[in-house]
């Protein structure tokens, strides 16, 4: 168990839909990561963010939007939903903006019918 | 744009025998992961290799880092089926904004067999 922990487990929607990933990272961690795990893309890095600020974007989509709230605890917000967008959707987590290692949560996994 | 590659993407091996996992990388970084995925569950970190001549082993596997051919190997020893799992290295990298992010290779996916 990292520590870092995801919500829903699992989430079915239509397309067109709009869902919100919820993440909450490592006590005392300050960033927060966003990937996608997709059998087309593989692995990859979509957002972070640094003790509420976005500090460094990938190949995330206009649709998708994340934000990190006081608490640290951060949210990805999914809109206009493809049925491409289905895959495992991580948030990890690190101390500080640049850190030796990222924990990785359990994982969101997102059907889109 | 950073590629990082590896291979075999899919292994399949006998338990008891050894053999490597390669992972390749375009540009310099000052990091590399090696991390262990199992069917529907997240990522485990298993390496992380800092410097050139880097050599890390936790029981069966061992990783290594040449950054000067920019290459990262995983070497299974005397394989059991409990290694049985997806097998990611990842690359960081610097992004404008002074913070990091990870590239993650393809995984290969081992399968022990008994």
Request: neutral net charge; contains cysteine; glycine residues 8%.
């Given at each position: 168990?990292?520590g870092?922990?995801?919500t ?6 239509a397309?067109?839909q ?5 993440c ?6 300050l ?11 593989g692995?990859?890095?979509?957002i972070q963010?640094?003790?509420?600020e976005?500090?460094?974007?990938g190949?995330i989509l ?5 934000q990190?709230?006081p608490d ?7 809109s ?10 991580f948030?990890a ?7 030796s ?5 359990p994982g969101t ?5 | ?8 993407l899919?292994l399949s091996?006998q ?9 390749n990388?375009?540009?310099?970084s000052d990091?590399l992961y090696w991390?262990r995925q ?7 970190s ?11 082993q936790?029981?069966r596997?061992m990783?290594s ?9 995983l070497h ?12 990611f290295?990842a690359v960081l ?6 913070s990091e ?5 393809k995984g290969?996916?081992?399968t022990v067999?008994p």
């Amino acid at each position: 168990d990292s520590g870092v922990t995801q919500t829903p487990k699992h989430l079915i929607t239509a397309t067109g839909q709009r869902v919100t990933l919820r993440c909450s990272p490592r006590s005392g961690d300050l960033s927060v990561y966003w990937y996608q795990q997709s059998l087309d893309q593989g692995l990859q890095f979509l957002i972070q963010y640094y003790n509420g600020e976005e500090r460094a974007k990938g190949n995330i989509l206009e649709r998708f939007s994340a934000q990190q709230f006081p608490d640290l605890h951060s949210e990805l917000n999914l809109s206009s939903l493809e049925l491409g967008d289905s895959a495992l959707y991580f948030c990890a987590s690190s101390e500080a903006l640049t850190s030796s290692w990222q924990f990785f949560g359990p994982g969101t996994r997102l059907t889109v019918l | 744009e950073l590629k990082v590659e590896q291979n075999p993407l899919f292994l399949s091996m006998q338990e008891g025998k050894n053999y490597t996992i390669y992972c390749n990388y375009s540009t310099t970084s000052d990091r590399l992961y090696w991390y262990r995925q199992d069917p529907g569950k997240s990522l485990e970190s298993l390496f992380v290799l800092l410097s050139n001549g880097a050599v890390k082993q936790e029981g069966r596997l061992m990783a290594s880092l040449d950054t000067k051919a920019r290459l990262s190997t995983l070497h299974i020893t005397a394989a059991v089926h409990d290694l049985s799992a997806t097998y990611f290295c990842a690359v960081l990298i610097l992004t404008q904004g002074g913070s990091e992010k990870l590239v993650f290779g393809k995984g290969t996916k081992l399968t022990v067999n008994p």
